[in-house]
């Protein structure tokens, strides 16, 4: 198993960072990990999503398994089979006070290929993870902004 996990403080509502994280059509707008996604973030429901991470480009079919409205949701996914490669992704807003939320992003992965990339998951993974919570940090903040 392996886990990437960051967090970052948006100075905006749960529901701002909601709206923003749950518009699937428009990440490919500010958005540098998932440059492309599509489905909804609905209990049960299917998103295809691609991302890049470092030079590697993947394409993932996922399924919502978990959604509370401005808290919290996740998608899990696996490739080809899932005792071979499969992730757990949630995000999750939890509010600081009326001005501010701490965003968390978490990606546990699992598999019997785990082990060969790790370093890959590691940093490139990581790295991805990272500019994806910056940009949505800067998506919100600017949205309040320009309101």
């Known amino acids: 198993m392996r886990e990437n996990r960051d967090e970052i403080i948006i100075q905006a509502a749960p529901e701002e960072v909601w709206d923003v994280l749950t ?3 428009k990440h490919a ?3 540098p990990l998932i440059y492309r996604a599509e489905g909804k973030i609905e209990l049960g429901e299917g998103v295809r999503l691609a991302a890049k991470s470092g030079s590697i480009d993947m394409n993932y ?3 919502v398994v978990k959604v509370e409205p401005n808290r919290e949701f996740q998608w899990k ?3 080809v089979f899932p005792f071979l490669f499969r992730g757990e992704h949630t995000f999750t807003i939890e ?3 009326g001005k501010s ?3 968390i992003n978490v990606e546990i992965f699992k598999g019997i290929l785990v082990p060969l990339f790790t370093n890959f998951l590691a940093t490139d993974g990581k790295d991805g993870m990272v500019a994806m919570d910056e940009a949505l940090k800067d998506r919100v903040e600017q949205a309040k902004k320009s309101a």
């Open 61 to 63: 079919n996922c399924s």
């Open 77 to 79: 996914w696996h490739i």
């Open 29 to 31: 707008e500010w958005n």
């Open 23 to 25: 518009d699937l059509g």
């Open 95 to 97: 509010p600081i006070d």
């Open 101 to 103: 939320i701490r965003f």
